[in-house]
Nanobody, 124 residues
């Protein structure tokens, strides 16, 4: 089970940190990805972190602004979002996917377990 939290309303240029709480076994064996879906748009990959945490990936639209990390002691994956823009407004989901490699992908088809989502709104 994946549970997201940390969404909210923030002004342009502001920051938010999203959390994805998972079981220890999920973080040990599965890649974790963050995705987002804005109204009328397809769900898109934002960032991911491999099951051992050694590999990360980011969408071009968030590179240099978002940072993904994991805290094994808390069984939680974070998405730190800085310099937020109105176009970052969306429902953000975390998801778990299995791969045999120690890398991760932003392709949502590779993820089978999804959280319920948390709303992020960037507006003045």
């Amino acid at each position: 089970q994946l549970v997201e939290s940390g969404g909210g309303l923030v002004q342009p240029g502001g920051s938010l940190r999203l959390s994805c709480a998972a079981s220890k076994s999920t973080l040990d064996y599965y890649t974790i990805g963050w995705f987002r879906q804005a109204p009328g748009k397809e769900r898109e990959g934002v960032s991911c972190i491999s099951k051992r945490g050694g590999s990360t990936a980011y969408a071009d639209s968030v590179k240099g602004r978002f940072t993904i990390s994991r805290d094994n002691a808390k069984n939680t994956v974070y998405l730190q979002m800085n310099l937020l823009k109105p176009e970052d407004t969306a429902v953000y989901y975390c998801a778990a996917g299995w791969t045999s490699s120690n890398s991760c992908s932003l392709d949502r088809l590779g993820y089978g377990s999804w959280g319920q989502g948390t709303q992020v709104t960037v507006s003045s």
